[in-house]
């Protein structure tokens, strides 16, 4: 075990990038802050007086502040026993937004 061929993590099958079951309170500040800022750019883009589905759409979402934490921080997931995902294991969690889950969840 101990030498020139002793194994290595990647060896014994181990993930060597894994992803922390919860959220630290500075991944959680920039989940806050990256919501708030798309906020401000839906404010931006009405306040400029151009009409568009896609921004009927997003009006139509609820802002940052007015969120629960529960769907700030998870996702809806119909595979999941709890119908939850915890955020940082959706992939690209950072381009995709999910503020409104199905009905009746």
């Not at 920039?30 to 919501?35: F, K």
């Not at 400029?48 to 996702?75: N, Q």
């Amino acid at each position: 075990m101990f030498g020139a061929f002793r194994p290595t993590n990647v060896a014994r099958g181990g993930n060597l990038w894994k992803m922390p079951m919860k959220l630290s309170s500075t991944r959680k500040a920039n989940v806050r802050h990256r919501l708030k800022k798309v906020d401000s750019v839906i404010e931006a883009v009405r306040a400029s007086g151009i009409e568009c589905t896609a921004l009927e759409r997003a009006l139509e979402l609820p802002k940052e502040s007015e969120m629960k934490a529960r769907d700030k921080y998870t996702v809806f997931s119909r595979s999941s026993k709890t119908y939850r995902k915890p955020i940082q294991f959706v992939p690209k969690w950072t381009r995709l937004t999910q503020r409104v889950n199905p009905k009746g969840f």
